[in-house]
């Protein structure tokens, strides 16, 4: 089944301490990309990646990193939450010539306290 | 800037009732559109898309016609139904901040809600 999948989909952790959500699609998909879900915000999208090794900043990318070492994992990185990163993350990928067609993931809920 | 203003919710309807979510843009040159939604609980899915002017975009009984003398994008739905409940979201696409780019642009979401 072509899918996107994220983990984990529920977390809970503390100001200051380093996590990492993964994202990995079994679509063969050139373009990834991390959206941040906010009420009355929409979505914005913090990094995005056009290939392995090729990332570039979206909207919102400050306290984020990610990295694309391989095709089908893009892991979002907090080095050190704060909690105005408490939000709904969502991973996303699509081929290089329907970029703008995404499939998403299920979304990773996190808590910052 | 671009940018894209949706109509704000939350919409309640009775089943088979007529739908209308509204959708304007501003962008530059004629970007293509789209329509995700969003199932309670799970990522945002393609709706449907429209890629010139005077396009129509329809799926699962949903359509949107990109207005290009409106710049405008409304979903419709004849007859909707209680699997219709959740969020949709109009996403024009627009130029990156660098403009070497395209991406989309995400509306707040409208969240409908279908009663029985």
């Known amino acids: 089944e072509a899918q996107v999948t994220q983990n984990p989909r529920y977390l809970i952790t503390v100001t200051g301490k380093k996590l990492t959500v993964t994202c990995s699609q079994n679509m063969n998909h050139e373009y990834m990309s991390w959206y941040r879900q906010d009420p009355g915000l929409g979505l914005r999208q913090i990094y995005y990646?056009?290939?392995?090794?090729?990332?570039d900043k979206g909207d919102v990318p400050e306290g984020y990193k990610v990295s694309r070492k391989e095709k089908r994992n893009f892991p979002l990185i907090l080095e050190s939450p704060s909690p105005n990163q408490t939000s709904l993350y969502f991973c996303?990928?699509?081929?290089?010539?329907?970029?703008?067609?995404?499939?998403f993931g299920p979304g990773t809920r996190l808590t910052v306290t | 800037g671009d940018s894209v203003t949706q109509m704000e919710g939350p919409v309640t309807l009775s089943e088979e009732a007529f739908l209308t979510i509204n959708c304007t843009y501003t962008?530059?040159?004629?970007?293509?559109l789209f329509w995700y939604v969003q199932y309670p609980g799970e990522g945002l899915q393609l709706l449907l898309k429209?890629?010139?002017?005077?396009d129509k975009g329809s799926n699962k009984g949903f359509e949107a016609t990109y207005r290009k003398e409106t710049t405008s994008f409304h979903l419709e739905k004849g007859s909707v139904q209680v699997s219709d409940s959740a969020v949709y979201f109009c996403a024009p696409r627009r130029r990156n901040s660098g403009g070497s780019n395209y991406k989309l642009t995400f509306g707040k979401g409208t969240l409908l809600t279908v009663n029985p």
């Open positions: 990646s056009m290939n392995v090794e090729v990332t």
């Open positions: 962008a530059t040159g004629y970007p293509s």
């Open positions: 996303a990928s699509s081929p290089a010539d329907r970029r703008l067609e995404q499939y």
């Open positions: 429209a890629t010139k002017a005077d």
